[in-house]
């Protein structure tokens, strides 16, 4: 059964110290890691695709990676308004129409 | 506007009352979805569409129906609502299943 689990379920930083997310997933093929970001009242917002291991992308003071068990959101000097739920999804190669979300890391970033 | 409306955006009803919310899209999507979010339960998929007449069962689709006759619109619709439907519920759209899926701005249901 394809399964994400996210870690830490609360993370507070001071604006400034960088942090890591993580989303580890069990998946039968994986074809797509995604990254949402989610504001309190509001849909999810999409953030990053990753579909093989070694892969990376960047946005803004975001960095997101992927090994074959794991995904890391980094957030590099972060910023008050970076403070959201961050969300982690996985789509596997057995039902490519289903999308399994992790229950989500909340990031609280204080001046 | 790109963007993925869902109508109501907060609705309380009874026990048993039917009824239906909609989602529409703008961007010619040929893949669309219906997710519930609870606390400590986190996003669950209900059901999702690949295109126009073929839906398929998420992982919480009891309770629920949907249809797809038209590419733009994806309702979702609770014969009879019980308590345990109290939830925010998200319509989602992707240009294909294999692309990031754009949500709509979310419905509260209370059923009371």
Sequence with gaps: ?111 | EAQVTQNPRYLITVTGKKLTVTCSQNMNHEYMSWYRQDPGLGLRQIYYSMNVEVTDKGDVPEGYKVSRKEKRNFPLILESPSPNQTSLYFCASSLDYSYEQYFGPGTRLTVT
């Design chain 1, 1 to 111: 059964e394809d399964q994400v689990t996210q870690s830490p379920e609360a993370l507070r930083l001071q604006e400034g110290e960088s942090s890591s997310l993580n989303c580890s997933y069990t998946v039968s093929g994986l074809r797509g890691l995604f990254w949402y970001r989610q504001d309190p009242g509001k849909g999810p917002e999409f953030l990053f695709t990753l579909y093989s291991a070694g892969e990376e992308k960047e946005k803004e003071r975001l960095k997101a990676t992927l090994t074959k068990k794991e995904s890391f959101l980094h957030i590099t000097a972060p910023k008050p308004e970076d403070s959201a739920t961050y969300l982690c999804a996985v789509r596997g190669s057995s039902n490519t129409g289903k999308l399994i979300f992790g229950q989500g890391t909340t990031l609280q970033v204080k001046p």
